[in-house]
């Protein structure tokens, strides 16, 4: 690789591929640069990184768009005070059941060969759709968010979360 570009020089001009480097820089290369200063993606020097100051803390909670941190309810609308506050949820969702489409395929086929055909009917698929909606009322507002559905599994998911919630905002 040491030998000259043939194809420099081509009426061109003194064009260069690749970003212009400053003057002084140290060219491309692996590794870290020798005069990095302490950012994304390099390790911190001797003093590091500098603590966060303030700051509610951890989230405990997180239903959706709202959030339990410490002793307010966050939510995009603004934050409420968690003592006291009423938490209800409703569920929207439905579990449908019904025979699927390759089913009733397999039974029209085979039922030409033999009636055995027709236990393809018996497959069942649930699907579930909907969502829950989540309200919380502190501090004279109110804030709902909606969860969607991901099976019959959610709304209970969600209760239990909702019923953690009610306990910290009965201390």
């Not at 020089?9 to 820089?25: I, K, L, M, R, S």
């Not at 699907?127 to 969860?147: A, K, P």
């Amino acid at each position: 690789m040491s030998e000259p570009n043939p194809y420099a020089g081509g009426g061109q001009g003194d064009y260069q591929w690749g970003p212009a480097e400053p003057p002084g820089a140290t060219p491309y290369g692996y590794g870290y640069p020798a005069d990095a200063t302490p950012g994304y993606g390099y390790p911190p020097q001797a003093g590091g990184y500098p603590a966060p100051v303030g700051g509610p803390g951890a989230p405990l909670l997180a239903l959706g768009d709202i959030t339990v941190v410490g002793d307010s309810i966050v939510t995009p609308a603004g934050t409420l005070p968690l003592k006291g506050a009423v938490w209800n949820a409703t569920d929207m969702s439905r579990t449908e059941e019904k025979i699927p489409t390759h089913a009733i395929v397999l039974a029209v086929v085979f039922f030409v060969f033999c009636f055995l055909g027709l236990l393809f009917l018996l497959m069942k698929e649930k699907q579930t759709i909907g969502f829950i909606q989540v309200t919380v009322t502190s501090g004279g507002r109110h804030h709902s968010t909606v969860i969607p559905a991901q099976g019959p599994q959610t709304f209970p998911w969600v209760m239990g979360q909702l019923n953690y919630a009610r306990s910290l905002s009965a201390m």
